[in-house]
T-cell receptor, first 118, second 111 residues
Framework: NAGVMQNPRHLVRRRGQEARLRCSPMKGHSHVYWYRQLPEEGLKFMVY????????ESGMPKERFSAEFPKEGPSILRIQQVVRGDSAAYFCASSPSGHMDLFLSTQYFGPGTRLTVL | TQLLEQSPQFLSIQEGENLTVYCNSS?????LQWYRQEPGEGPVLLVTVVTGGEVKKLKRLTFQFGDARKDSSLHITAAQPGDTGLYLC???????????FGTGTRLKVLA
């Protein structure tokens, strides 16, 4: 019973390049959430997606960041023209259901992708 | 802005000691989760609590949700080196799915 999978685990990019982070939710989960964790800080919500839909992207910067969760394949968090301030751990979480059921909406986290921008 | 404050921020204790970690807010939460995170890894779910006054036990760990659903505590009995890690509380408010994470408690248990 595989958990949430993220790849790559570590990603190094130079300023101005693009970063693509992938997340495969747990089997049977159709809700995906992305969070960012800066060094020595807590996790901050970025975006919530269901299959083919962005439900809430209020925590995601409006410039350079985008997310998708296609009908087939993993969810992708894309950061264009990366800057040093984008260096962080990016975590994906999934849940079997949305917020209407408090237990079924419990979020399970992947191991994260650590992005370093040189 | 909803905040979850955790205390203490850092805790270093000897193996066998007991400890309590607190998670406090001025907001009411409809659910609250506790996670443990190890360096280089993602948060691992320990428990979900949803009812005010609820107490859940997981081996040597006891979790309590405050009656008013504004605070929670995690008590560890006879701590072991394997309990070392970053403990995070995370809550959701009514009608939302965004987790608001606490500031974290970094626990180190010395053998």
């Amino acid at each position: 019973n595989a958990g949430v999978m993220q790849n790559p685990r570590h990603l190094v990019r130079r300023r101005g390049q693009e970063a693509r982070l992938r997340c495969s939710p747990m089997k049977g989960h159709s809700h995906v959430y992305w969070y960012r964790q800066l060094p020595e800080e807590g996790l901050k919500f970025m975006v919530y997606l269901q299959k083919e839909n962005i439900i809430d992207e209020s925590g995601m910067p409006k410039e350079r960041f985008s997310a998708e969760f296609p009908k087939e394949g993993p969810s992708i968090l894309r950061i264009q023209q990366v800057v040093r301030g984008d260096s962080a751990a990016y975590f994906c979480a999934s849940s079997p259901s949305g917020h209407m059921d408090l237990f079924l909406s419990t979020q399970y986290f992947g191991p994260g992708t650590r992005l370093t921008v040189l | 802005t909803q905040l979850l404050e955790q205390s203490p921020q850092f805790l270093s204790i000897q193996e066998g000691e007991n400890l309590t970690v607190y998670c406090n807010s001025s907001s009411v939460f409809s659910s609250l989760q506790w996670y443990r995170q190890e360096p280089g890894e993602g948060p691992v779910l320990l428990v979900t609590v949803v009812t005010g006054g609820e107490v859940k036990k997981l081996k040597r760990l006891t979790f309590q949700f405050g009656d008013a659903r504004k605070d929670s505590s995690l008590h560890i009995t006879a701590a072991q080196p394997g309990d070392t890690g970053l403990y995070l509380c995370a809550g959701t408010t009514s009608g939302t799915y965004k987790y608001i994470f606490g500031t974290g408690t970094r626990l180190k248990v010395l053998a």
